[in-house]
């Protein structure tokens, strides 16, 4: 029997587990996350007599007398302080990191009430946050610190949600306090567990799964294979992902399920899997596009290895290139990149009425979801309903399917609540990751530095499944030539199947990779020019009324000099510093069908704000927040945003290209015009009880190839410019952001999202890394290089305007989430070209302060 005190209340157990897990199976404090189960991530810290620990590892015979808090034993007034410093700092994006936060707070403050921010950085390093890039949560802790010392009141909440005003995040406190549910959160009665038993061969034939030694374990309650799947494959776009890979069938990569086992208790599910006998024959896996591209290749899928092919040409390059007084050639590397969010992706679907299914999910699109379920069940659309909980990131990793489709078969087969979680390890081996692309690049200037021309290769490897693959590489080809103004390209895009973790949608969207080529090319001309990198990039920035490289004539609001103009000081500051441009798409564009959608009802006197655009920590309920109230004037306290559900929200989408702030914004900007409307002749939300105002917003683009003179490619544009300044050890002291992204909605939100790309873009470029060999990931969530909050540098931000007219739809907002990280990585690789003079092709970069 062991005997200790949990937030002040007496425990006594037999048990022998985890804290972590005794902590949320038992004592269901939710407060305590289960990031990594490994030491890793600080998303489970506590108090242990006054000290942080990671729950994750004590076990309960360790904690004989001793007593642990969590955020739910906190008191009255230390919660009020934390959600009001947290909310206001705008330090809260998914909200999975920030209970840990909070502990590892308290445990500084509970000794040291003027901590300096090196000291909060400290504080914090155990604890990982991929969202915020630590900057405001330091803000949020130092003003905590205040309160507490000073005693000072917590003054009262915003009774406004004005454009470009600060405003706490409406759902700030459950995410502060745990309270807020993730899927892994809810435990639903009779509810059993499943997991899939998957490869050990990246390439293999399956000659046999024998699951009958498997099926006499006293805790298994099912085992399905290949048989039991209606239609064997999925895909979000391309349906070439299989559900379970047949008998006979051969795996393309180490995350392909064999079979998928369901117990009572989550403890038993390896043991019945390892009980599984599969006959395997190796075979050797391809493991490059190079290798897939050869005419003997094996065939990874039927039509072969080429899943995409993107030709961009406009003008004649050839010429351009060759008239051009200079020219250069780079070949340039990318490796694959993991999202690392720090919720692990975890479903639980249950049956609902007679013959459907309910699924709660974690994931960046419930439609997305519904319409791939109910296809694999060979059952209606509106047979599957999907309810979104918090989602804790998802960067692009949530897009495609992980768990959800297994926990809906299961749960149809046994008519039981499932749930199926990944491990952080299953969760890095198995889901999607940024490309890997191979890049040549040829790009040429007159004696001026006017840019004339581009060529280019792009080889990206999408290993085993399409994903989102073929829109990646499309982007990636669309926005190679960069925001500058010339219009000579001739663009050859491959995207290939290899037996490699599969590539898919990650922030950035492939831009992130063919930038850093084209940046890198540029700053080579300037030199052989005899300008400045600055100087070239203010020649050839696009200016408003020009015709980007895509065709596509620049909108009024494009502010891509302003940025430029906005940095120049800072680049020429140091001989250490380095510079880069970007811009990006918001919205589908490219003649996609690109709606937004949003319903609002007055219920009970308050207006709901219903639309099923996923909010993995970028704020969309905020940012309706704030469009309801900019255009009605109402107290926000007076709205009420609903989470995404396929029967409550209409579908707006999926949460991918930047999409959402301009088009679900705009959508619900007009939904509450048509309330304001009602509202201006008088009437009280109480008149208009049980009433209903629709809005939508369709994005009008042309397609690919379209033989228009000057095609709308997407519906706007953001645009910005970085500057990586390094000290003299070489190690990044600041960055300094000027960005174009129209109206900031919400400012803390803007903010927010440009630092914590900032930081993500510094680490796909300096630390992190994703090796994969022979098609085996060879990292741990510990050793993936994320960055910690003493490694975070400052991120200065310079929000520009064009003085144009702005873009007309969502009070002129436009999207920012994947503009920030782009230009992160040229203009590191410009900085350490400055400083030491070699110039650097691939990442993560090598022979820095960072990676040798
Ligand atoms: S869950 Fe304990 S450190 Fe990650
Ligand atoms: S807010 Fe820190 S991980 Fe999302």
Redesign the pocket.
């Known amino acids: 029997m062991f005997t200790f005190i949990v937030n002040g209340n007496r425990i006594e157990t037999q048990q022998e587990k985890n804290l972590l897990a005794f902590l949320r199976d038992d004592l269901r404090l939710t407060s305590v996350k289960d990031g990594c189960n490994e030491g890793a991530c600080g998303t489970c810290t506590v108090l242990i007599d006054g000290k942080k620990v990671k729950a994750c590892i004590p076990k309960l015979s360790s904690l004989e007398g001793k007593s642990v808090v969590t955020v739910e034993g906190l008191s009255e007034r230390e919660k009020a302080i934390y959600v009001h410093c947290f909310s206001e700092a705008g330090a ?7 209970p840990g ?1 909070v502990i590892s707070a308290k445990s500084l403050l509970d000794t040291k009430l003027n901590p300096t921010r090196e000291e909060v950085k400290q504080a914090i390093k155990g604890n ?5 890039g630590y900057i405001k ?1 330091e803000e949020a802790i130092l003003k905590a610190a205040d309160l507490f010392r000073d005693n000072l009141p917590i003054p009262p909440r915003e009774t406004e949600a004005l454009l470009n005003k600060r405003f706490k995040r409406v759902d700030a406190e459950e ?1 502060i306090l745990g309270t807020g549910e993730f899927v892994d959160d809810i435990v639903v009665p009779n509810m059993i567990y499943a997991k899939a038993l998957r490869s050990k061969y990246p390439r293999a034939i399956i000659n046999k799964i024998d699951v009958s030694k498997a099926l006499t374990h006293h805790d298994c309650v099912r085992i399905l294979t290949e048989k039991d799947v209606p239609n064997k494959k999925i895909g979000h776009l391309v349906m070439d992902w299989d559900v379970i890979i047949p008998e006979g069938g051969t795996t393309r990569y180490i995350g392909d399920a064999l079979a998928l086992v369901a117990t009572n208790h989550k403890e038993t599910l390896d043991e019945v899997l390892s009980l599984i006998e599969v006959d395997y024959t190796e075979l050797t896996p391809v493991t490059c596009p190079t290798d897939a591209l050869r005419a003997d290749a094996p065939l990874i899928h039927e039509q072969g290895n080429i899943m995409r092919k993107e030709v961009l040409k406009r003008g004649n390059a050839d010429q351009a290139i060759k008239n051009s007084k200079y020219i250069v050639t780079r070949k340039y590397k990318t490796p694959f990149n993991d999202h690392a ?2 919720e692990p992706e975890c479903a639980i679907a249950m049956p609902e009425g007679d013959d459907g299914l309910l699924l709660y999910t974690g994931s960046q699109s419930v439609y997305d979801e519904r319409h791939e379920i109910s296809h694999m069940l060979g059952i209606p659309e509106e047979k599957v309903h999907c309810q979104s909980k918090l989602v ?2 998802g960067f692009g990793g949530k897009e495609d399917m992980s768990v959800q489709h297994h926990a809906a078969l299961m749960a149809w087969y046994t008519k039981k609540p499932v749930k199926v979680k990944f491990s952080r390890q299953e969760s890095l081996n198995y889901h999607t990751k940024r490309h890997a692309m191979d890049m040549e690049f040829t790009t040429a200037c007159d004696e001026n530095g006017i840019l004339t021309g581009m060529k280019a290769v792009l080889i990206a490897d999408t290993g085993a499944y399409a994903s989102l693959g073929g829109p990646v590489l499309q982007r990636a080809c669309t926005h190679a030539a960069g925001p500058y103004n010339y219009q000579n390209i001739d663009i050859l895009g491959l995207s290939v199947y290899t037996n490699n973790v599969i590539g898919g949608a990650y922030r950035g969207f492939g831009v992130t990779q063919s930038c850093f080529a084209t940046e890198n090319n540029i700053n080579l001309l300037a030199e052989m020019v005899g300008i400045s990198p600055w100087e070239i990039r203010y020649r050839n920035a696009i200016r408003p009324g020009q015709v980007l490289p895509n065709g596509q004539v620049a909108d009024p609001n494009c502010a891509m000099v302003e940025c430029l103009e906005a940095i120049k000081d800072v680049y020429e500051s140091s001989p250490y510093t380095g510079i880069a441009c970007a811009f990006k798409n918001s919205g589908t564009g490219v003649g996609l069908k690109d709606i937004g959608r949003c319903l609002l009802s007055v219920e009970n006197g308050i207006v709901h704000i219903r639309t099923s655009a996923a909010c993995m ?1 970028q704020g969309i309920a905020t940012m309706c927040t704030h469009m309801v109230c900019q255009e009605t004037g109402l107290d926000p306290a007076l709205t009420y945003h609903e989470r995404p559900d396929t029967v409550r929200t209409p579908n707006t989408g999926t949460s991918t290209a930047s999409r959402q702030t301009v088009l679900t914004g705009e959508a619900t900007r007009r939904a509450a015009e048509k309330l304001s409307a009602e509202l201006k002749i008088g009437k009280k939300l109480a008149d208009l009880e049980g009433q209903e105002f629709y809005g939508e917003f369709s994005a009008i683009t042309d397609p690919m190839g379209s033989p228009k003179e000057s095609p709308v490619s997407h519906v706007s544009y953001s645009y910005g410019a970085q500057v990586v300044i390094l000290d003299k050890q070489g190690k990044v002291e600041k960055v300094v952001a000027a960005y174009d992204v129209g109206t900031p909605v919400n400012i803390q939100s803007v903010e927010g999202q440009i630092e914590g790309g900032i930081i993500m873009g510094l680490g796909f470029a300096l630390t992190e890394d994703f090796p994969v060999k022979n098609g085996y990931p060879t990292v741990k969530f510990g050793t993936i290089g994320l960055m910690r909050a003493p490694d975070a540098p400052m991120v200065e931000i310079k929000l520009v305007q064009s003085k144009g007219e702005k873009l007309p739809y969502a009070f002129g907002a436009k999207g920012v989430g994947e503009l920030c990280l782009i230009p992160t990585s040229p203009a590191c690789s410009h900085a350490y070209y400055r400083f030491d003079g070699k110039f650097r092709t691939s990442l993560p970069l090598k022979e820095t302060y960072y990676k040798k």
Do not use: D
């Not at 809260?92 to 920030?98: K, L, N, P, R």
């Not at 990982?128 to 915020?132: E, S």
């Open positions: 809260v994006q998914c909200g999975y990191c920030i936060m990982l946050c991929r969202c915020t949560i995410k969010f720090m804790g990131g920590g």
